[in-house]
């Protein structure tokens, strides 16, 4: 369902940016995903199976990187996604959303760009009603609502706070686009990536708060275009520190084995 509806938003996008400008970067950020991805599903399933996951990473890879830059950039960003999937782990699940962590170790790599034209950012004002009905769908459907009001939510009281105090030029363009759409795609389609996001709604709350305060002060002290992603990756650390902690003591107690449960 999210691969159809992320195929739904990458046409509006590719129609804005243009087909000649963003398919080599997208075509072999999906291609890198899911030819990596393809043998260590083998080798850990036992038998071959589509790479769907890495094609939804490969998507969003390419749809947050600049379309300007090198193709390859994109395919070792994706690369580097999956691998870091398999060897990042905690349990079953992995501990960083893959393309989060893939965009920033090659923002410093290769001084890779972040334009996030796949959040239709060059877009016509009326297709943002294309990203918010997908976005609002899907996060429906996980679960995760409540992480992405939490998150949305004091991301724009602290921006806003900020303004009020004295830095209203230094944040205005967070309220416009690009930054505004990619807040947006970056909330509905990264924040609640299932494995590395909560499920208990108390826990997303909490998720959503660090997320937006990593962000903005990555964005007010460091100002690295990926701020929204520093965010994203802090708060993959504070919920892979909450499952070991209600895994540590899962066999002492009924109480802590119905929250593992959970």
């Not at 807040?183 to 494995?195: I, N, S």
């Not at 208990?200 to 002290?221: C, H, K, M, P, S």
Request: hydrophobic residues 60%; proline residues 5%; aromatic residues 12%.
């Amino acid at each position: 369902m999210l691969i159809a509806l992320l195929v739904v938003v990458t046409a509006f996008a590719v129609v804005n940016e243009g087909l000649r400008l963003v398919a080599p970067g997208l075509a072999a950020g999906v291609l890198a995903a899911m030819l990596v991805d393809a043998p260590l599903l083998r080798w850990r399933e036992g038998a071959w199976c589509v790479p769907d996951g890495a094609l939804l990473t490969g998507l969003i890879v390419a749809m947050v990187l600049s379309p300007y830059g090198a193709w390859w950039i994109a395919a070792v960003t994706s690369a580097t996604a999956i691998v870091s999937k398999y060897l990042l782990r905690m349990g079953k699940a992995n501990v960083f959303n893959p393309a989060a962590l893939a965009l920033v170790i090659t923002f410093y790599l290769f001084d890779a760009g972040h334009s996030w034209w796949g959040a239709l950012a060059d877009a016509p004002t009326w297709q943002l009603v294309v990203l918010g009905a997908t976005g609002i769908f899907i996060t429906d459907r996980v679960k995760k609502t409540p992480l992405v009001l939490s998150f949305l939510g004091s991301y724009y009281l602290l921006v806003t706070s900020m303004a009020f105090l004295g830095e209203p030029d230094g944040v205005a363009a967070l309220y416009r686009a690009p930054d505004l759409n990619a807040a947006l795609y970056f909330a509905f389609f990264m924040v609640t990536d299932p494995p590395t996001s909560p499920p208990r709604y108390r826990d997303q709350l909490i998720n959503g708060v660090i997320v937006a305060v990593v962000a903005v002060a990555t964005f007010e002290f460091i100002g690295a275009a990926y701020f929204l992603l520093a965010g994203l990756l802090a708060a993959n650390v504070w919920e892979a520190f909450r499952r070991w902690r209600v895994r540590r003591p899962a066999g002492s107690s009924a109480r802590a084995r119905e929250e593992a449960a959970s």
